[in-house]
């Protein structure tokens, strides 16, 4: 399969992750990240991508706070602080542990309590499980936060279909945004920072329309 077929196809497979998550089929869209984060074929940035999808997927602080630690951990691997989509893929990765941090801890502090450690495992949850009135109020504020967090990706995702995914003419066969050490890097776009990108540099068989997941 030609570098930009590969390309097309991963896209369309992260585009397939979003859609589920946005229809609030969360277990299945993880799953959907887990398979672009484990083949070796999948261009790295889109493999942050999955990995910042991943921690939205779930309630559980923990395990969206290591999504987003292996997103940073990947982008460390590549190796090149000169690359402009590693640095914004790295900014907008930062951002959402932010987020995730700054949710944490108003949880806490809404219901009066100590932030508790990563061994007490019974406060895992972003949302607390108790059943008073604290408790509902603060889901449905979380809520509203996955929520957001969503909104950036779909900026993201806006930002990926502006790209060129497939080759322009003098580009002999490969896209015109990759580097073979780094398996096509596709950049997720930090929200509303990032100009729009030409449309007439893709394919008409591969242009995604406004707004399609």
Not at 10 to 21: C, G, I, W
Request: hydrophobic share 30%; proline share 6%.
């Amino acid at each position: 399969m030609s570098s930009k077929n590969l390309l097309r196809f991963y896209y369309n497979e992260y585009q397939k992750a979003l859609a589920l998550y946005k229809e609030n089929h969360r277990e299945e869209a993880d799953e959907a990240c887990c398979e672009l984060i484990n083949d070796f074929r999948c261009p790295r940035l889109l493999q942050v991508q999955a990995y910042q999808l991943r921690s939205i997927c779930t309630v559980d602080y923990w395990m969206s706070k290591a999504q987003l630690t292996r997103a940073l951990e990947l982008i460390a691997s590549l190796d090149d602080d000169s690359d402009e989509h590693l640095g914004k893929a790295k900014a907008h990765t930062e951002y959402m542990m932010s987020h995730l941090e700054s949710r944490w801890l108003a949880k806490w502090q809404k219901l009066g309590l100590p932030v508790p450690k990563e061994q007490d495992m019974a406060d895992t949850v972003v949302e607390a499980e108790s059943g008073d009135d604290e408790s509902e109020d603060d889901g449905s504020e979380s809520d509203s936060m996955g929520e957001d967090d969503s909104d950036l990706l779909e900026e993201q995702r806006k930002g990926l279909e502006g790209m060129s995914i497939a080759p322009k003419e003098h580009d002999q066969g490969s896209a015109s945004t990759s580097a073979p050490e780094k398996d096509i890097p596709l950049p997720p776009t930090p929200p509303r920072t990032s100009p729009p990108f030409p449309s007439s540099s893709m394919d008409d068989d591969v242009e995604m329309e406004e707004g399609d997941l």
